[in-house]
């Protein structure tokens, strides 16, 4: 079928039945659940109030730091967390914007924010918290000099600091070791590098002092290394190394509270990653984790890394008491009536609350006050009417308050915003629901609900963030809050509830959304990058959508000089909120080449939006809403192309079908099911793509069909798949001996040399020059081959800095009647990205065969 509106097409429903071919996704009940109710409050019971209880008493906390989303180990943080009780974080240095999505379209930035939400699932499941820095994943680099260079080492390692300040470990375990650069990722190394020097500084004064008005010095016990044989080379050297510096811990222990097994529970949180493929079977059994000291005093107890430290109530002044009380409770813990212990727990949240040491105060407090709500079976909610609303706007909020205990509760007042209202000690009965509808009215200044990180534009590997408090932080704060000030026995306590969505969908049941703030109207291009192949005007649609009834407003299409729009602006009427309305320009490119962008201005009550609105919404995380300045790249190029019909067989997902109907193609979606001999006759070309062989099954039972169509004339390009995750027992990816590496050229700024310069290949139609391997984004490519037949020509030759030269991106030979292309560069990247000389070489390698002069590969001078 065409592919048309392809954005459109791809991830819904109907493309699902693609995704059966990637791995396995199911890891039982545990796991549904949570997915399902991944934006749900949380509902304890007698068992989970318990073991919170058990993390109250415990007063240590670990900090888990490595480079990326899905590097942690979830074995190591669940056993701190639920094993050793302890207060336990991951800090990923980078939200992982730099990698790939095997569940949807998002990618760089839009995917950082998937990942984040994707770490923050899994922290919900092994009990750890979230922490990242305002380091951006730029991509694959090969040494910290590149990766520190380009994160500006200073501004990361201060990050570093102040996120260790702030949640002051007294255990930091590092995933990388630092003291082997270039051996592997360069945010790996570079992670553990940040960890140790800043281990060093979060005690110096000197050190960030503009921090020390804010948080205070620390100083953290120790620090490891969590190694393993993988850092050695082979389970045999790991075995007959040193291991007088390392500790040996047992991470699968069993839990009979939870009746799950530590390493099922680990397995269950990095399946979250799905994003990056990580879904898993879970795993039981005894199961060892290795730390390496590397600063600090090694404990003497193999299997307690607290050892020294001391992790009871008596840490604090004045805290021996509240222990008394505390661990009595959990001695005598009555599962069948946990509400019994109320009087007491208030007895211990009265004391906590005038203890000296305000860090440990504000965490134990919110434990403490989480607990007694539990056992209260307290229900305080507060939902707005809708999702979204504007500035200065007015929205219901609907507030439900549900004793589910005998305990006397009386219900003070309710705090929406800054306006109080009081409820003049209402006795909140017996599962008695107490509901009251209030108006929140939203102050015209009121900032826009988005990635706090994403608010103002960054560099290649930094975020901005102006707020240096928000530094650390996974997520933006919620923008209201609901304050719920109950009297328990005489005593106040004020809990506060941010304002969320709740509703219900007929094939999903309830549902969670958080409340968002947003503009007006926003608007959004059909297509991101716009080719202009030739001079020729094209009909720009801008679709409005409407987040307030009764919208009006004009909108204009910013552009640069030398392009021409036939209308300054155009006027639009949208009666309904969330319905939309499609206005269209008419764009008149340049004579010459030329690359800029587009921008739709909407004029609303006096008021210029320029932004585009985009949900990122799966099943496994809370919806996400983020606003980008909308704009789409627009190109004048001077392209030729030869070919109609090219057939796709989709892979882990990419935009490339898209980016080439820009060109003029008309890309037919290929299930692989379908194809059978002589069913891709039909095709110009049929293109594979990124990692079609990592993820779908079926292909190396289609392959035979894919050579014969080559056979008989087609044109089969491969785009790239990893080495090493491809079925081993599947040889035949080409038709003559083809070896794929990890051999990769991350500098996308990499010097190319033409090796077949007299291949049609970058000759025909379009001539290829180093000229159009600048402004590539991100890399060169990756996963080149390194061993190939001699039938294959290499194309091109480049290399890293400092590093020998590979050959392996490009790769053509003649099969048959038709050619056989491999490549590992990132078209899947710079087609979206608009480069102009990535669309010129694709249409070549598309347009092989149909060269003039007898089909001669050798055509330059002709």
Same mark, same amino acid.
């Given at each position: 079928?065409?592919?048309?509106?392809?954005?459109?097409? &791809?991830?819904?429903?109907?493309?699902?039945?693609?995704?059966?071919?990637?791995?396995?996704?199911?890891?039982?009940?545990?796991?549904?659940?949570?997915?399902?109710?991944?934006?749900?409050?949380?509902?304890?019971?007698?068992?989970?109030?318990?073991?919170?209880?058990?993390?109250?008493?415990?007063?240590?906390?670990?900090?888990?730091?490595?480079?990326?989303?899905?590097?942690?180990?979830?074995?190591?943080?669940?056993?701190?967390?639920?094993?050793?009780?302890?207060?336990?974080?991951?800090?990923?240095?980078?939200?992982?914007?730099?990698?790939?999505?095997?569940?949807?379209?998002?990618?760089?930035?839009?995917?950082?924010?998937?990942?984040?939400?994707?770490?923050?699932?899994?922290?919900?499941?092994?009990?750890?918290?979230?922490?990242?820095?305002?380091?951006?994943?730029?991509?694959?680099?090969?040494?910290?000099?590149?990766?520190?260079?380009?994160?500006?080492?200073?501004?990361?390692?201060?990050?570093?600091?102040?996120?260790?300040?702030?949640?002051?470990?007294?255990?930091?375990?590092?995933?990388?070791?630092?003291?082997?650069?270039?051996?592997?990722?360069?945010?790996?190394?570079?992670?553990?590098?940040?960890?140790?020097?800043?281990?060093?500084?979060?005690?110096?004064?000197?050190?960030?002092?503009?921090?020390?008005?804010?948080?205070?010095?620390?100083?953290?016990?120790?620090?490891?290394?969590?190694?393993?044989?993988?850092?050695?080379?082979?389970?045999?050297?790991?075995?007959?190394?040193?291991?007088?510096?390392?500790?040996?811990?047992?991470?699968?222990?069993?839990?009979?509270?939870?009746?799950?097994?530590?390493?099922?529970?680990?397995?269950?949180?990095?399946?979250?990653?799905?994003?990056?493929?990580?879904?898993?079977?879970?795993?039981?059994?005894?199961?060892?984790?290795?730390?390496?000291?590397?600063?600090?005093?090694?404990?003497?107890?193999?299997?307690?890394?607290?050892?020294?430290?001391?992790?009871?109530?008596?840490?604090?002044?004045?805290?021996?008491?509240?222990?008394?009380?505390?661990?009595?409770?959990?001695?005598?813990?009555?599962?069948?009536?946990?509400?019994?212990?109320?009087?007491?727990?208030?007895?211990?949240?009265?004391?906590?609350?005038?203890?000296?040491?305000?860090?440990?105060?504000?965490?134990?407090?919110?434990?403490?006050?989480?607990?007694?709500?539990?056992?209260?079976?307290?229900?305080?909610?507060?939902?707005?009417?809708?999702?979204?609303?504007?500035?200065?706007?007015?929205?219901?909020?609907?507030?439900?308050?549900?004793?589910?205990?005998?305990?006397?509760?009386?219900?003070?007042?309710?705090?929406?915003?800054?306006?109080?209202?009081?409820?003049?000690?209402?006795?909140?009965?017996?599962?008695?629901?107490?509901?009251?509808?209030?108006?929140?009215? &939203?102050?015209?200044?009121?900032?826009?609900?988005?990635?706090?990180?994403?608010?103002?534009?960054?560099?290649?590997?930094?975020?901005?963030?102006?707020?240096?408090?928000?530094?650390?932080?996974?997520?933006?704060?919620?923008?209201?809050?609901?304050?719920?000030?109950?009297?328990?026995?005489?005593?106040?306590?004020?809990?506060?509830?941010?304002?969320?969505?709740?509703?219900?969908?007929?094939?999903?049941?309830?549902?969670?959304?958080?409340?968002?703030?947003?503009?007006?109207?926003?608007?959004?291009?059909?297509?991101?990058?716009?080719?202009?192949?030739?001079?020729?005007?094209?009909?720009?649609?801008?679709?409005?959508?409407?987040?307030?009834?009764?919208?009006?407003?004009?909108?204009?299409?910013?552009?640069?000089?030398?392009?021409?729009?036939?209308?300054?602006?155009?006027?639009?009427?949208?009666?309904?909120?969330?319905?939309?309305?499609?206005?269209?320009?008419?764009?008149?490119?340049?004579?010459?080449?030329?690359?800029?962008?587009?921008?739709?201005?909407?004029?609303?009550?006096?008021?210029?939006?320029?932004?585009?609105?985009?949900?990122?919404?799966?099943?496994?995380?809370?919806?996400?809403?983020?606003?980008?300045?909308?704009?789409?790249?627009?190109?004048?190029?001077?392209?030729?192309?030869?070919?109609?019909?090219?057939?796709?067989?989709?892979?882990?997902?990419?935009?490339?079908?898209?980016?080439?109907?820009?060109?003029?193609?008309?890309?037919?979606?290929?299930?692989?099911?379908?194809?059978?001999?002589?069913?891709?006759?039909?095709?110009?070309?049929?293109?594979?793509?990124?990692?079609?062989?990592?993820?779908?099954?079926?292909?190396?039972?289609?392959?035979?069909?894919?050579?014969?169509?080559?056979?008989?004339?087609?044109?089969?390009?491969?785009?790239?798949?990893?080495?090493?995750?491809?079925?081993?027992?599947?040889?035949?990816?080409?038709?003559?001996?083809?070896?794929?590496?990890?051999?990769?050229?991350?500098?996308?700024?990499?010097?190319?040399?033409?090796?077949?310069?007299?291949?049609?290949?970058?000759?025909?139609?379009? &001539?290829?020059?180093?000229?159009?391997?600048?402004?590539?984004?991100?890399?060169?490519?990756?996963?080149?081959?390194?061993?190939?037949?001699?039938?294959?020509?290499?194309?091109?030759?480049?290399?890293?800095?400092?590093?020998?030269?590979?050959?392996?991106?490009?790769?053509?030979?003649?099969?048959?009647?038709?050619?056989?292309?491999?490549?590992?560069?990132?078209?899947?990247?710079?087609?979206?990205?608009?480069?102009?000389?990535?669309?010129?070489?694709?249409?070549?390698?598309?347009?092989?065969?149909?060269?003039?002069?007898?089909?001669?590969?050798?055509?330059?001078?002709?």
């Amino acid at each position: 079928m065409p592919c048309h509106n392809l954005s459109s097409y &791809i991830w819904t429903p109907t493309y699902i039945k693609y995704m059966r071919y990637l791995p396995v996704l199911f890891i039982g009940l545990f796991l549904s659940l949570h997915s399902a109710f991944a934006q749900a409050p949380k509902k304890s019971t007698s068992s989970d109030i318990y073991n919170s209880l058990q993390k109250l008493n415990f007063l240590g906390t670990a900090l888990y730091i490595a480079a990326h989303p899905d590097d942690e180990n979830t074995r190591l943080i669940s056993y701190l967390s639920n094993e050793v009780k302890a207060r336990t974080g991951y800090l990923s240095i980078t939200r992982g914007d730099g990698g790939q999505n095997l569940i949807g379209p998002e990618l760089r930035e839009l995917l950082g924010v998937l990942r984040t939400e994707e770490l923050l699932a899994a922290r919900r499941v092994d009990g750890g918290e979230q922490f990242f820095t305002r380091a951006n994943d730029f991509g694959y680099s090969k040494h910290p000099d590149e990766t520190l260079k380009i994160w500006d080492k200073e501004a990361v390692l201060g990050d570093v600091v102040w996120i260790i300040r702030n949640f002051k470990p007294d255990v930091i375990v590092n995933r990388f070791d630092h003291r082997t650069p270039g051996s592997t990722h360069g945010h790996h190394t570079s992670s553990a590098m940040l960890s140790v020097e800043a281990f060093d500084l979060v005690n110096d004064k000197n050190a960030y002092p503009e921090q020390l008005d804010k948080v205070s010095l620390w100083q953290p016990k120790r620090l490891f290394f969590n190694t393993s044989w993988w850092f050695y080379g082979s389970p045999e050297n790991f075995e007959s190394a040193d291991k007088s510096k390392m500790m040996n811990l047992d991470v699968g222990v069993y839990y009979p509270l939870k009746g799950l097994s530590n390493n099922e529970i680990a397995s269950i949180a990095s399946s979250q990653h799905l994003s990056q493929g990580f879904g898993r079977i879970s795993e039981r059994g005894s199961q060892s984790e290795y730390i390496e000291l590397i600063s600090g005093d090694l404990p003497k107890n193999e299997t307690n890394i607290f050892e020294g430290i001391d992790t009871n109530w008596s840490r604090l002044k004045g805290g021996e008491a509240i222990g008394k009380i505390l661990y009595s409770i959990e001695k005598e813990f009555d599962f069948v009536n946990p509400e019994k212990h109320l009087p007491e727990l208030l007895e211990a949240y009265k004391l906590l609350a005038n203890i000296e040491d305000e860090h440990w105060k504000d965490i134990k407090l919110r434990e403490l006050q989480d607990i007694i709500l539990s056992l209260c079976g307290l229900y305080l909610e507060a939902s707005a009417e809708a999702s979204n609303t504007n500035p200065g706007s007015t929205v219901k909020i609907n507030i439900e308050a549900l004793n589910r205990s005998n305990t006397d509760i009386l219900f003070n007042s309710i705090t929406l915003a800054t306006d109080s209202y009081p409820q003049n000690k209402t006795p909140l009965a017996y599962n008695q629901k107490k509901n009251l509808e209030l108006e929140l009215k &939203i102050p015209e200044a009121e900032t826009y609900t988005s990635p706090y990180w994403l608010a103002e534009k960054g560099s290649l590997g930094m975020y901005k963030v102006s707020q240096p408090e928000l530094i650390g932080s996974p997520e933006t704060k919620r923008p209201f809050y609901a304050v719920f000030d109950l009297d328990f026995n005489g005593y106040s306590i004020k809990i506060k509830k941010p304002v969320i969505y709740r509703y219900s969908k007929p094939d999903k049941g309830e549902l969670y959304e958080p409340f968002e703030i947003i503009p007006e109207a926003t608007a959004r291009f059909g297509d991101r990058v716009l080719i202009f192949a030739d001079g020729t005007p094209r009909k720009i649609p801008v679709t409005i959508t409407a987040h307030k009834d009764g919208l009006k407003g004009s909108v204009q299409l910013y552009h640069n000089k030398g392009w021409e729009v036939d209308q300054d602006f155009i006027e639009f009427e949208i009666a309904n909120k969330d319905d939309e309305k499609t206005v269209v320009f008419t764009l008149t490119p340049p004579s010459n080449e030329d690359d800029s962008f587009i921008t739709p201005i909407i004029r609303v009550d006096g008021k210029e939006l320029d932004k585009e609105l985009i949900e990122i919404a799966y099943d496994h995380i809370p919806t996400q809403t983020v606003l980008n300045t909308s704009e789409a790249k627009v190109v004048r190029l001077d392209i030729q192309k030869v070919g109609e019909h090219i057939g796709y067989i989709m892979g882990a997902g990419d935009e490339v079908p898209e980016s080439l109907e820009q060109i003029g193609f008309t890309v037919h979606l290929v299930d692989p099911t379908e194809i059978e001999s002589g069913s891709l006759d039909k095709y110009d070309a049929v293109v594979t793509g990124i990692r079609a062989y990592n993820v779908i099954e079926e292909l190396k039972f289609k392959q035979r069909f894919l050579l014969d169509y080559v056979k008989q004339g087609g044109n089969l390009v491969i785009q790239y798949n990893t080495a090493g995750r491809r079925d081993e027992t599947f040889n035949e990816l080409a038709p003559y001996p083809l070896k794929l590496s990890r051999d990769r050229i991350t500098n996308e700024n990499s010097n190319v040399k033409i090796l077949a310069s007299d291949h049609a290949v970058v000759n025909f139609p379009n &001539i290829i020059t180093s000229a159009d391997f600048e402004g590539w984004v991100q890399e060169r490519g990756l996963y080149f081959p390194d061993e190939w037949d001699p039938k294959f020509t290499p194309i091109l030759q480049m290399n890293d800095e400092g590093e020998s030269p590979t050959n392996g991106a490009l790769l053509v030979a003649p099969y048959g009647k038709g050619n056989y292309i491999y490549t590992g560069l990132s078209f899947f990247r710079e087609l979206p990205a608009g480069v102009p000389g990535a669309y010129k070489l694709f249409a070549n390698i598309l347009s092989l065969g149909k060269e003039p002069m007898n089909n001669s590969t050798d055509i330059k001078g002709k």
